[in-house]
């Protein structure tokens, strides 16, 4: 893979990571337990770190990040944010893991690719697999998270566990 293409594909990454900052940061303000809000913050910032991350690679590889990213993925990622949260939680996490899922795939697709080349890219390799472990972690709070919605008997948080008991 040549670094242009690099560049190309790790746009994408930082277009869909500044779109799932603004996405959970919409949700968080849409669902009414603070628990839940708190922690779809808390997986925004980590985005944002992601993205950080990745615009530092590609301007470290000689690209610039879209600019077009910057303006059109927030809005893109607010509004997905709003529709995806207005069923219930359960469904909107749930669709937060088919997102993950498509990131983890994507995330380990490069990676497979870049493998070929791991001297070359080996600080890319690791941060592309830093991002990925990240995101398949926000895919388990989120399936928790759809858990304790089914089956409210178990305290999701020491918050919870004070209400619950």
Known sequence: MDEKDLVLRLNWFFSLEITQVENYLAQSRAVKDE??????????????????????????LGGKPKIISDVIFPILGSAAGKILSLPNVSSMMKKNIMVE???????????????????????????LKYNLIDEDLHSSWFYQITQ?????CWPLSPQLNKILT
């Open 148 to 152: 304790h919605h089914n089956n409210p």
């Open 101 to 127: 899922a498509k990131a983890v795939q994507d995330y380990q697709e490069l990676i497979n690719k870049l493998e070929k080349h791991k001297e070359k890219y080996l600080h890319v390799i690791q941060t």
């Open 35 to 60: 628990y839940i809000s708190k922690g779809l913050e808390r997986v925004a910032s980590i985005e944002e770190g992601h993205a950080d991350n990745i615009r530092s690679l590609i301007i470290g």
